[in-house]
């Protein structure tokens, strides 16, 4: 994959999360945390999970980017 910023290669690789990988848009993580656990809100992303069970990420080492597929 080429980066959109710069066109470089990108790199394949994986997010490692303690949670479920969550995309917010609220800066304190989340609607609410309930119990332990994360509940998501309407415009939140759960980000999908390969065969390793963690998120594919693409990374760009000149523009320090990363890409996510949801």
Same mark, same amino acid.
């Given at each position: 994959?080429?980066? =959109?910023? +710069?066109? /470089?290669?990108?790199?394949?690789? %994986?997010?490692?999360?303690?949670?479920? +990988?969550? %995309?917010?848009?609220?800066?304190?993580?989340?609607?609410a945390l309930?119990?332990?656990?994360?509940?998501?809100?309407a415009d939140?992303?759960?980000? =999908?999970?390969?065969?390793?069970? $963690?998120?594919? /990420? %693409? $990374? +760009?080492?000149?523009?320090?980017?990363?890409?996510?597929?949801?």
């Open positions: 994959m080429e980066c =959109p910023g +710069c066109g /470089a290669p990108m790199e394949q690789g %994986w997010l490692i999360c303690g949670m479920p +990988c969550i %995309w917010t848009s609220h800066q304190s993580g989340g609607k309930l119990s332990g656990g994360f509940w998501e809100g939140d992303v759960r980000l =999908p999970k390969d065969e390793t069970g $963690r998120p594919v /990420a %693409w $990374r +760009c080492r000149k523009c320090r980017k990363l890409i996510v597929d949801f």
